[in-house]
């Protein structure tokens, strides 16, 4: 349950409700509004806590609130105003619409400095490459690992931009932080519930993509396993689901975007590269995610597609995206945070 504080709260009274919940063995999540401040009651179960509505009501409380949703902290019964995460400057779920690209692999020093200039100079924000990769074939290439996290590093020291690459493994998390400014789920591992622990507990920005099977409801309490343990800086990606369609390699939950918009404070992004696997529909599926809402897209970038050594097929060449961002640009000014 919320329990909302009374305008004027003292930090005294503030401090009682959370001691109160506390005492009845529950986590008591504080947020501290430009007007009105908020305590979200966490069981350890889910469950909110029983009977305590007459005790927290001698406190300075307007109202208390049942939570209707399993994912509690992610909810926008929390919190109405949008969360606006910061990637080293870059800000994430406000008015602009946030731009990551660059290649689905880090291959060499040369391929990723050729993207990471060309998509800073057609205007992305953050650049984009994997180094520890989820391959479907263990036969394919699977990434270069901390040579590749260190060659991104470099190309966003050398561009300005922030880097954002893809972490794996819990046991990787501590290097993969050295080296980058954001932190990737995959879709793969979306409820890879150790490794979304250990997220928990950095303060890194973490993108949270959608499983290819995965509900909304089960997407959004991956994300809570995120916010539970104390990491708010969580931006989620629709990157296309599974069905019986097969011309495209997934397909693009658009709607999705709108109502998931809807059910969270969280800003959601989506990557019509992974959602298409097909670089023709590339750039209507982002100006579509731009459309329904979308707080950003996420775009590969290579500048020989047909020599990739993955997902060359949906890469974008160095002039598309160009192409590509002027087109965009129309949206910038029409977005709009709300739901
Ligand atoms: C990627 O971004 O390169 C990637 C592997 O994406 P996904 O986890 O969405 O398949
Ligand atoms: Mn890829």
């Not at 329990?3 to 063995?25: F, H, K, N, P, Q």
């Not at 305590?52 to 109202?63: I, P, Q, T």
């Not at 208390?64 to 919190?79: C, D, G, M, N, T």
Request: glycine share 10%; proline share 5%; hydrophobic share 45%.
């Amino acid at each position: 349950m919320i329990v909302v504080m009374a305008r004027g709260a003292s930090e005294d009274e503030i401090r009682l409700v959370v001691e109160r919940l506390e005492g009845c063995g529950f986590q008591a999540v504080v947020s501290r509004g430009a007007v009105q401040t908020t305590v979200e009651a966490v069981g350890a179960d889910g469950r909110a806590p029983a009977g305590l509505e007459s005790l927290l009501a001698s406190g300075n409380v307007e109202r208390i609130i049942p939570f209707a949703e399993p994912f509690k902290l992610a909810s926008r019964q929390v919190r109405q105003d949008r969360t606006v995460v910061g990637v080293k400057g870059v800000r994430i779920g406000g008015p602009r619409l946030t731009v990551m690209a660059g290649p689905c692999s880090v291959e060499s020093r040369e391929q990723l400095l050729i993207v990471a200039r060309a998509v800073t100079a057609a205007g992305a924000d953050i650049l984009r490459g994997g180094a520890f990769k989820p391959r479907t074939s263990p036969y394919d290439f699977q990434g270069l690992g901390v040579e590749g996290l260190k060659l991104l590093a470099a190309a966003g020291e050398e561009t300005g931009l922030p880097v954002v690459t893809e972490v794996m493994s819990v046991d990787d998390v501590e290097v993969v932080m050295e080296f980058s400014d954001m932190l990737q789920v995959g879709a793969r591992n979306m409820q890879n519930f150790p490794l979304l622990r250990r997220l928990g507990k950095v303060s890194a920005p973490v993108l949270l993509k959608r499983g290819p099977s995965a509900t909304i409801k089960e997407w959004l309490l991956a994300a809570e396993y995120l916010l539970a343990g104390g990491n708010a800086n969580v931006v989620l990606c629709e990157r296309g689901i599974r069905t019986f369609e097969t011309e495209l390699r997934n397909t693009l939950d658009l709607a999705g975007v709108a109502r998931v918009k809807e059910l969270t404070h969280l800003p959601v992004i989506v990557d019509p590269s992974h959602a298409t696997g097909r670089r023709s529909v590339i750039p209507a599926a982002a100006r579509a995610a731009a459309a329904v809402g979308a707080d950003g897209v996420m775009l590969e970038v290579h500048p020989e597609p047909e020599r990739a050594l993955s997902d060359g097929p949906q890469a974008l060449t160095c002039e598309d995206f160009a192409l590509l961002m002027q087109d965009l640009r129309s949206y910038w000014s029409g977005k709009s945070t709300d739901a």
